[in-house]
């Protein structure tokens, strides 16, 4: 499909991501990338580990909330980001993710939730579009 | 789209979206702004936001917008809706996710001159002893027992710990304290997040600020506040840090499920609500209180901390270092209150969301110096511009829910303050106009550029003009210390 994975569109007084990918899989992890990016996180070239993640919702857009919250708990908590994604979406309710950590050099900017606001994952010409409003 | 035709004007700075509007609209929508204001409010979603808040279940008279408003998520910041109790609903989204985030103002006897020559030491020395900056822990880390008597206790913790004053607990909103939290109620997730951050402020637009009080305009009760011109003052601005965050995600995704099983439609999925007499409504207000009582103990601790650096920086060189509290607001809550609607009265849940309580003289709650006067509204500035100490009034209890403004609101996106204001080159220009910064972040400084925001002084005149609260004070920044 055509354009970014993600870019920031503007928010007045937060921040949000218009994401793309050409279906769930691939939209959450460009949601993931672009969330982590939006943080302004730098891994450290270190140690890293493997993580599985099983998460499930209601709907696609619930899942794609739970998801970027999950992430975002680790980080907090385990000072760890995420380097790479190998995701299934089953059903649009239920996620199965490997995911490979590093250690995090530095965070510019806290994101204290991810929110449900005007949240609707689109078909688009050649993919799916969503976009996510963060509180920050 | 909303357009400026489709108010109707019903006071100098008042205006009204008629629930004809819209039909899924419960109540009207009523603006405090001056034209200006409102043209600013109408380009970005905020309007927008306050009419799909309006479609809440159990709203009562209308919901009030803040001059300060902008666009958030759900609800605007600066959104007012009262809710009746016991069926009308709780709404999470309407509160925010950063529970109770408020501001403290601490008065001093220490005149601007005497401080002068030690402001860059006491910049640094805050910076120190006051934990900031993204994910920073907290000074105290918490035990699980201990976790759960912060939320059962709130600032009444931190007085029977050593980080507070009796005084201190006086003088909060609340006592610091909120009936009815039980963290039987807050998630495993949540308790994990809260128990090593206590005692921090976090980043964003959170800060700590030495000010100047510049302009008395109340004596008498600047008197009472201890405010006195040309001394210096303390501001502290920061909430629940990842325990509040983490209760509002999980209600949040909670109530997904509850809003189709109550047969609530909403325009937004994030204004999520429960009846306030429904199990899930119960369990929200209860976990709410404890993030609340949370951050009041934050702020406490925080407080005890930036004692300890005015002690470091300014013992034997100024005759009085100490700190006296004026007070401590919220700003993103909901509370449970009584107002009168119809000439009938009526136990409301009131949000606000970026809004702070403006009860006017009389309200029992307040304390004892200040019940004569009303309750102190603080309203912090932007960095490199004025804040004001303000009273409530009588009026704000039947104009807004005995509510008012709790900032300056932005006007601009960070995404656009980052492209056009560089957080060194600010730096320099507030250093260069006597204002000490330390900052953890130079584009988190940009962010936060005064220019990002409306003119402050400006919002207050218009809650002035609205009758919803009289000016006390003015304060000008002298060090300001960002997360």
């Known amino acids: ?136 | 789209m909303i357009r400026k035709q489709d108010f109707r004007q019903i006071g100098p700075v008042l205006w009204e979206i008629p629930t004809t509007f819209r039909e899924d609209m419960r109540v009207p929508v009523r603006v405090f702004a001056d034209d200006r204001m409102l043209e600013d409010a109408l380009s970005d979603r905020s309007i927008l936001q306050a009419v799909n808040a309006s479609t809440l279940p159990g709203l009562v008279s209308h919901v009030s917008v803040m001059p300060d408003v902008h666009q958030g998520y759900g609800f605007p910041i600066g959104g007012v809706a009262a809710t009746r109790l016991p069926d009308g609903v709780i709404s999470p989204g309407g509160i925010g996710y950063d529970i109770n985030c408020g501001v403290r103002l601490l008065a001093s006897n220490i005149s601007a001159e005497e401080a002068e020559p030690h402001l860059e030491n006491l910049a640094s020395a805050l910076y120190a002893n006051c934990p900031s900056g993204v994910g920073g822990k907290g000074s105290v880390r918490l035990s699980a027992k201990q976790l759960d008597q912060v939320c059962r206790l709130g600032s009444e913790w931190t007085l029977k710990n050593g980080y507070a004053r009796p005084e201190d607990v006086q003088r909060t909103e609340e006592g610091g304290r909120i009936m009815g939290a039980d963290p039987s109620h807050v998630s495993q997730r949540a308790l994990q997040r809260g128990r090593p951050q206590l005692g921090s402020l976090g980043a964003g637009n959170h800060f700590i600020e030495v000010d100047l009080v510049d302009q008395i305009f109340h004596p008498e009760a600047a008197r009472a506040m201890g405010l006195n011109e040309g001394s210096i003052a303390l501001q502290i601005h920061c909430g629940s840090r990842g325990f509040g965050h983490q209760i509002c995600s999980d209600y949040v995704r909670e109530l997904q499920a509850a809003v189709q099983r109550y047969k609530i439609h909403l325009p937004d999925r994030e204004l999520v609500c429960a009846p306030l007499n429904s199990p899930e409504g119960e369990r929200y207000l209860s976990a709410m209180s404890c993030a609340a009582n949370y951050a009041f103990a934050n702020r406490q601790v925080l407080v005890h901390h930036a004692r300890k650096a005015f002690e470091q920086a300014l013992a034997g060189k100024v005759r009085d270092w100490d700190l006296h509290q004026v007070y401590d607001i919220a700003h993103n809550m909901g509370k449970i209150e009584e107002h009168t609607v119809d000439g009938k009265k009526v136990r409301v849940c009131v949000h606000r969301k970026g809004a702070t309580r403006a009860f006017g003289p009389g309200f029992p709650e307040l304390p004892e110096e200040y019940r004569s006067l009303g309750q102190p509204v603080l309203v912090p500035g932007s960095m490199g511009t004025s804040s004001w100490v303000l009273l409530g009034t009588e009026e704000s209890m039947s104009l807004s829910f005995g509510s008012s403004c709790h900032g300056a609101g932005r006007v601009m996106s960070r995404k656009k303050a980052k492209r056009t204001v560089r957080g060194d080159q600010l730096r320099e220009e507030l250093e260069a106009s006597g204002i000490r910064i330390r900052a953890h972040s130079m584009p988190g400084l940009a962010e936060e550029a005064p220019q990002a925001y409306k003119d402050v002084d400006s919002v207050v005149d218009v809650v002035v003009q609205a009758g919803i609260a009289q000016k006390v004070a003015r304060l000008l920044p002298l060090a300001v210390i960002k997360g």
């Open chain 1, 1 to 136: 499909m055509e354009g970014r994975d993600f870019e920031e569109v503007e928010h007045t007084a937060d921040s949000a991501l218009r994401i793309r990918g050409a279906n769930l899989e691939q939209l959450f992890c460009n949601a993931a990338v672009g969330m982590m990016q939006l943080a302004g996180i730098e891994s450290l070239a270190g140690p890293t580990r493997k993580r599985r993640i099983e998460l499930q919702a209601s709907d696609s857009e619930s899942l794609l909330v739970a998801w970027l919250e999950e992430l975002l708990y680790v980080i907090e908590m385990e000072e760890v980001s995420f380097t790479k994604f190998d995701l299934t979406v089953e059903d649009n309710t239920s996620l199965t993710a490997k995911v490979q950590e590093a250690p995090i050099g530095n965070i510019k900017r806290h994101i204290k939730a991810v929110t449900y606001h005007d949240l609707k994952i689109a078909q688009v010409e050649g993919g799916l579009e969503v976009t996510v409003v963060f509180d920050v």
